[in-house]
Each structure stands twice: as structure tokens, then as C-alpha cells.
T-cell receptor, first 112, second 109 residues
């Protein structure tokens, strides 16, 4: 693989279910990010990680959790999905926090 | 607070030139990024400005004025494939990108 991959590509989920969105990068980037994008709004940062073993909260962290056990992987978990979490989710990575961010292809999530 | 202001939508003709403006307010400043996003796809990096002035990269150029909180993206020799949204994203003092809703550019033949 080259770059950033995300899985699944799309998912329909019943409200109340737990869901983990996967993100893997092979560029050995230190920093990784999770964003959500809703129609008519800019990208909003959910959580980020500046280096393996550390995470931080972004603008809209409620209802989401992340972990960064190694450099390559940065999964995003919705503990109990709600309809307002219906969105397109993008994972991104950068060499350093101040560097250019590169995005994965996105996961389209629908919560019913 | 932090905010970004870009036009919601612009229309231009194939072969022409278009300028997409962006004004911003951020807590601290660590440069400004422009991304292109085609419908249904991920944003892709176009340009980065950290000093005042013009950065040219092929058909695309980006300008920054830090004192005015202003940037623009200039697209020359427009092609149909340039139809996309263009996202202006300044980086604040915490190295977080501040995203606006973007400008949807429609290219007509």
C-alpha cells in the first residue's frame, strides 16, 4: 500500500451500535488526524495524535475515542452511535504537526 | 474566535483565469494551506504559504498577506477537471488547521 487507507469505504449502522473506523498509513508520519465533513460545513477535527502513544481532543471529540498504539494505525471508535454522527470521516497524516496533511479516501457513515 | 471567509460558489469559463479569495482570523499563524476537493473525494494538497507574497506552481498560484489576513488562489488556463471545491486552511498557533466550508468552482465550456 502507499499513502493512507481507510476502512470501511461506507457503512450503515443502527443507532446505539459500536463502530470502529480504521486508518493505516505507510509513510511513517508522526502525526495523524480524524476529521468529519458535513454538507455545507468545513472539515472539523475530532481527535489527533502528534506521535505514537499520544492523543489529543479536537473541536468535536464527544462520542468518539481514539488510540495510537503504533505509528501506522489510528482507529476511531464510536462507542454508541447516534444519528448526528452521520457524516463522511477522513483520516489524515503529516510528517510533523506543522507539516502538510495528506488525506485518506474517507468513510461514509450513516447512522439510522 | 477563529474563522475563515470564502465565497460559497464561483463560476468561470474553460480557458479563463479565476481568483478565489480567502480572509481569515486565527489565534496565531503558522502558514496557510490550499486544498482541492472533487465531489465525493478526499481533499488533496495544492499549496502552502508562510511568508507574504506569491507562490507559483504550474497553472496554480497562491498569494498571502499576513498583515491583512488575506490569501487568494489563482487558477490559470482553466480546464473542466478544475471543477471542484477549493479549501482555504490557515494553521493556528497549536498547529491545527482551521477549515472553512470551501469555494465550489464550476467551470463552463
Amino acid at each position: 500500500i502507499a499513502g493512507i487507507t481507510q476502512a470501511p469505504t461506507s457503512q450503515i449502522l443502527a443507532a446505539g451500535r459500536r463502530m470502529t473506523l480504521r486508518c493505516t498509513q505507510d509513510m511513517r508520519h508522526n502525526a495523524m488526524y480524524w476529521y468529519r465533513q458535513d454538507l455545507g460545513l468545513g472539515l472539523r477535527l475530532i481527535h489527533y495524535s502528534n506521535t505514537a502513544g499520544t492523543t489529543g481532543k479536537g473541536e468535536v471529540p464527544d462520542g468518539y475515542s481514539v488510540s495510537r498504539a503504533n505509528t501506522d494505525d489510528f482507529p476511531l471508535t464510536l462507542a454508541s452511535a447516534v444519528p448526528s454522527q452521520t457524516s463522511v470521516y477522513f483520516c489524515a497524516s503529516s510528517d510533523l504537526p506543522r507539516s502538510t496533511q495528506y488525506f485518506g479516501p474517507g468513510t461514509r457513515l450513516t447512522v439510522l | 474566535g477563529q474563522n475563515i471567509d470564502q465565497p460559497t460558489e464561483m463560476t468561470a469559463t474553460e480557458g479563463a483565469i479565476v481568483q478565489i479569495n480567502c480572509t481569515y482570523q486565527t489565534s496565531g499563524f503558522n502558514g496557510l494551506f490550499w486544498y482541492q476537493q472533487h465531489a465525493g473525494e478526499a481533499p488533496t494538497f495544492l499549496s502552502y504559504n508562510v511568508l507574504d507574497g506569491l507562490e507559483e506552481k504550474g497553472r496554480f498560484s497562491s498569494f498571502l498577506s499576513r498583515s491583512k489576513g488575506y490569501s487568494y488562489l489563482l487558477l490559470k488556463e482553466l480546464q473542466m477537471k478544475d471543477s471542484a471545491s477549493y479549501l482555504c486552511a490557515p494553521m493556528d498557533s497549536n498547529y491545527q488547521l482551521i477549515w472553512g466550508a470551501g469555494t465550489k468552482l464550476i467551470i463552463k465550456p
